[in-house]
């Protein structure tokens, strides 16, 4: 059988799990709202698949959330980037 790629995975695993619009969307803004620290403390070092066990599952299956995520990770990541050239 051929290997499936990691987002196609995602999205059986994504679809496999029935949930009513709205309830995506409420949880999804409840994850959304802690991304933020979730990042700050990923780079801190801080254990966060321990720390936000939720909030690392649901980004192993919600797409959105992820895309939310990688942005909020690359736009800190720049950020701190630009500071250490000042």
């Given at each position: 059988?051929?290997?499936?790629?990691?987002?196609?995975?995602r999205?059986?695993?994504?679809?496999?799990?029935?949930?009513?619009?709205?309830?995506?969307?409420?949880?999804?803004?409840?994850?959304?709202?802690?991304?933020?620290?979730?990042?700050?403390?990923?780079?801190?070092?801080?254990?966060?698949?321990?720390?936000?066990?939720?909030?690392?599952?649901?980004?192993?299956?919600?797409?959105?959330?992820?895309?939310?995520?990688?942005?909020?990770?690359?736009l800190?990541?720049?950020?701190?980037?630009?500071?250490?050239?000042?």
């Open positions: 059988m051929l290997s499936l790629s990691v987002n196609v995975q999205l059986i695993t994504q679809l496999s799990v029935p949930v009513a619009v709205t309830s995506v969307r409420k949880t999804c803004v409840s994850y959304q709202i802690e991304l933020p620290a979730f990042v700050s403390a990923e780079l801190a070092g801080d254990p966060v698949d321990q720390i936000y066990a939720d909030l690392a599952s649901h980004l192993d299956v919600c797409v959105i959330c992820l895309s939310e995520y990688e942005a909020l990770a690359d800190t990541a720049s950020a701190l980037a630009d500071e250490d050239l000042l």
